[in-house]
């Protein structure tokens, strides 16, 4: 049964810091990982989607990294702000013939200004 | 290009009562999903549907949960006799071609409270 496990829980960071958040799985047959970003009572917003023949993605700050064989993906934001303040969600998809899609539990990030 | 739908945002029930919620997808998308979210947890697969087949659903989707798609466009989620544990957020997301590599786009989701 895949698992998928986010750490930190929260995270707290004073604005222009570099961080790195983690996301791990235990069943490296996936075909994807998404990272997404949900603010407080919202949707989700994709963020960045690491195909599973991929090792990295960039959009803007963010980059996301993935190594399918040890199960583990990070995701770096550089110079944070304020505005990234947000929960972020780590999920893989998964699955033959039918797929499903599993989420973490996310981390909390605040960045202080 | 309105992005994906979904009506009502809350809703407020009596345990025992049956509630249905609508999600309408970003235009021409084939796939269309249902989660469900609890406070502080990531959200949980319910369901999702090729065009208007459902082609998977979890084992948390109970006889009392239903999901149609009848047209291939827009989808409903049913709970019936809904129960306190029922209290979530339910999301829907859709992705555009039908297969495994694709983002999936949400919609602002559902907030559902049973008393």
């Known amino acids: 049964k895949q698992e998928v496990t986010q750490i930190p829980a929260a995270l707290s960071v004073p604005e222009g810091e570099n961080l790195v958040l983690n996301c791990s799985f235990t069943?490296?047959?996936?075909?994807?990982l998404q990272w997404f970003r949900q603010d407080p009572g919202k949707g989700l917003t994709s963020l960045l989607l690491?195909?599973?023949?991929?090792r990295e993605q960039t959009s803007g700050r963010l980059n996301a990294s993935l190594d399918k064989s040890s199960g583990r993906s990070t995701l770096y934001i550089a110079a944070s702000q304020p505005g990234d303040s947000a929960t972020y969600l780590c999920?893989?998809?998964?699955?033959?013939?039918?797929?499903?899609?599993?989420f973490g539990a996310g981390t909390r990030l605040f960045v202080k200004a | 290009d309105t992005g994906v739908s979904q009506d009502p945002r809350h809703k407020i029930t009596k345990r025992g009562q049956n509630v249905t919620f609508r999600c309408d997808p970003i235009?021409?998308?084939?796939?269309l999903y249902w989660y469900r979210q609890t406070l502080g947890q990531g959200p949980e697969f319910l369901t999702y549907?090729?065009?208007?087949?459902?082609?998977?659903k979890s084992r948390l989707l109970s006889d009392r949960f239903s999901a149609e798609r009848p047209k291939g466009s827009f989808s409903t989620l049913e709970i019936q006799r809904t129960e306190q544990g029922d209290s979530a957020m339910y999301l829907c997301?859709?992705?555009?071609?039908?297969?495994?590599?694709?983002?999936?786009?949400f919609g602002p989701g559902t907030r559902l409270l049973v008393l």
């Open positions: 997301a859709s992705s555009p071609y039908g297969t495994e590599q694709e983002t999936q786009y």
């Open positions: 069943d490296s047959a996936i075909y994807n």
């Open positions: 690491i195909q599973s023949s991929q």
């Open positions: 999920a893989v998809i998964v699955g033959t013939g039918g797929f499903k899609t599993i």
């Open positions: 235009s021409e998308h084939n796939r």
């Open positions: 549907f090729q065009n208007e087949a459902q082609l998977e």
